[in-house]
């Protein structure tokens, strides 16, 4: 039940750059959505969200891109530093549940 | 800042032992989850808690596996007869309002030898 996709396990990233990390979902249900960063470890930390009556919702350097017809989400990280090495999930959810499914990950490295 | 805690952060048990794995939510939460993520792989949904009860839960959440708030602040995972296979990272997770974002604690890691 592969509802959340992130097809990219891994990710490098030059300091200063822009990280971009996405997000594929089959389910035409979900209408909020969310990105999280994992250490080892430690429990996934919010960083943000975007429903789906939004197609961009910024925060700091981050901000998260909606495209609905492709149901596809990205979230850019802008500029990259060593400190947000880590790993990022994708998370989806839909009004008629009370569950978020998660992606796989995908691990950001940004080298110094 | 108000954050999730769980406890304890490691439990090592014996296979067929009951564990319980607790979780004090952010206080002004009404929504409680538990997730796991089995070593190397995603971050999976067990059950959701709201209103004193069960709300939704997954396949891998059966018999086995019960929840339970008993004191209006502590929020239980109990597995009744560990096996192998339910060695995972366990993160409790609440939110005040079901359409936005949810919390997690730091997670309790569980391992069944």
């Known amino acids: 039940d592969q509802q959340v996709k992130q097809n990219s396990p891994s990710l490098s990233v030059q300091e200063g750059r822009i990280s971009i990390l996405n997000c594929d979902y089959t389910n035409s249900m979900f209408d909020y959505f969310l990105w999280y960063k994992k250490y080892p470890a430690e429990g996934p930390t919010f960083l943000i969200s975007i429903s789906s009556i939004k197609d961009k919702n910024e925060d700091g350097r981050f901000t998260v891109f909606l495209n609905k017809s492709a149901k596809h989400l990205s979230l850019h990280i802008v500029p990259s530093q060593p400190g947000d090495s880590a790993v990022y999930f994708c998370?989806?959810?839909?009004?008629?549940?009370?569950?978020?499914?998660f992606g796989t990950g995908t691990r950001l490295k940004v080298l110094a | 800042e108000p954050e999730v805690t769980q406890t304890p952060s490691h439990q090592v048990t014996q296979m067929g032992q009951e564990v319980i794995l607790r979780c004090v939510p952010i206080?002004?939460?009404?929504?409680f989850y538990w997730y796991r993520q089995i070593l190397g792989q995603k971050v999976e949904f067990l059950v959701s808690?709201?209103?004193?009860?069960?709300?939704?839960k997954s396949e891998i959440f059966d018999d086995q596996f019960s929840v339970e708030r008993p004191d209006g602040s502590n929020f239980t995972l109990k597995i009744r007869s560990t096996k192998l296979e339910d060695s995972a990272m366990y993160f409790c997770a609440s939110t005040g309002d079901r359409f936005r974002s949810i919390y997690f604690g730091e997670g309790s890691w569980l391992t069944v030898v």
């Open positions: 206080s002004n939460h009404l929504y």
């Open positions: 998370a989806a959810s839909s009004s008629g549940t009370y569950k978020y499914i």
């Open positions: 808690f709201y209103n004193n009860e069960i709300s939704e």
